[in-house]
């Protein structure tokens, strides 16, 4: 049910069958340590290349979540997802022998929350019966892609944020024994705020998480005290305090109960990290290596889980352009 332009509210809920999650060295050394089902410790998978490990692990988590619900990846009716690399490559090529319909879309670091929306849409109207949805990225790839080499050894301002080497799945069902439901989403739109610089994606994405999360609490006539977690994707921490301070400014207090993705990751004593982590696969790893298996064990009842991304290229950033956001929202319940 459609309540507001962008916000949706599930009558049937839709359920979360399984889900599993990956990480590098450096990502499965922060907080979450021991709580991922496999650590990649190749970042390029034997010297093939980092593009290949990424989409290794991709698929290692996609058929993790279908095993641990007792199925296999091809009962899947559809897999929704994508990553951070150009053509999506790390999940197209994580897919390309796996005979299940895929989408693949461009979300930046919102990617997974834009994922989850996609399969309730179709699980919603009754188009399938089981969905998966996929995010993942590899620091050394996005590197390479969007700024310089790692090996280039190019000083880091404070405001920038690591790629995490991770990855997430979430297998979606119409109809399951879950205690775990999507309650509602809703569909950010594109906002900027004129900054241009692409080392400072906290303050980027802030505006848009902001923008999302007061439309979604408005649209669903909730408070930010009915919820037990309202987390965004990877803001950092400037962009946690922009993003604390924007909703202050409107009556929105969020106190203990934010927290953000990038930094639930590394946590804060890690080296080399700067304000946090980023990346597509940061909020889905965190998601399905600690939220959900909160959720799941009745320690959290009901989840804003804010997916953010700066959509900018590296010719946008060259052309000194500014850089716009978008914020997707996903409502998890237990139940």
């Not at 949706?8 to 021991?34: D, H, M, Q, T, V």
């Not at 197209?92 to 461009?106: C, D, E, I, R, T």
């Not at 993705?261 to 990290?273: E, P, Q, R, T």
């Not at 716009?324 to 319940?333: K, L, Q, S, T």
């Amino acid at each position: 049910m459609n309540l507001k332009k962008g916000v949706f509210y599930f009558k049937n809920p839709i359920f979360i069958s399984s889900f599993a999650a990956a990480a590098g060295e450096k990502e499965a050394a922060g907080p979450l340590n021991g709580r991922f089902d496999r650590i990649f410790k190749d970042y390029n998978f034997c010297d093939k290349s980092y593009e290949i490990m990424q989409a290794e692990m991709q698929l290692f988590t996609a058929t993790k979540a279908v095993e641990k619900a007792n199925l296999n990846i091809e009962d899947v009716d559809v897999i929704c997802g994508g990553d951070l690399l150009n053509q999506c490559v790390g999940t197209s090529y994580a897919f390309k022998n796996v005979n299940v319909p895929f989408l693949g879309f461009y979300g930046a670091c919102a990617t997974m929350a834009e994922a989850l929306i996609v399969s309730c849409v179709f699980l919603n109207f009754g188009h399938v019966g089981c969905a998966l949805a996929v995010s993942a990225s590899n620091f050394y790839a996005t590197q390479r892609q969007f700024r310089f080499p790692a090996r280039y050894l190019q000083p880091r301002p404070k405001t920038a944020q690591k790629t995490a080497t991770a990855a997430g799945a979430v297998l979606l069902k119409r109809k399951d024994f879950s205690n775990i439901v999507i309650r509602g989403a809703c569909v950010g739109k594109v906002v900027d705020f004129g900054v241009k610089n692409a080392s400072n994606m906290g303050a980027i994405m802030a505006p848009a998480a902001a923008d999302s999360a007061i439309k979604f609490l408005k649209g669903i006539g909730k408070k930010v005290e009915d919820f037990d977690l309202i987390v965004t994707g990877d803001l950092g921490r400037l962009g946690a305090y922009i993003f604390c301070q924007l909703m202050k400014s409107e009556g929105y207090f969020l106190n203990s109960k934010y927290n953000d993705c990038g930094l639930m990751l590394y946590g804060k004593n890690i080296k080399n990290i700067c304000c946090g982590g980023s990346g597509a696969g940061c909020s889905a790893s965190v998601l399905c290596a600690d939220i959900l298996y909160r959720l799941k064990n009745k320690k959290l009842k009901n989840v804003m889980f804010i997916g953010t991304g700066a959509l900018h290229s590296k010719a946008t950033s060259n052309q000194k352009a500014t850089i716009p956001a978008i914020a997707h929202i996903v409502w998890f319940e237990g139940v």
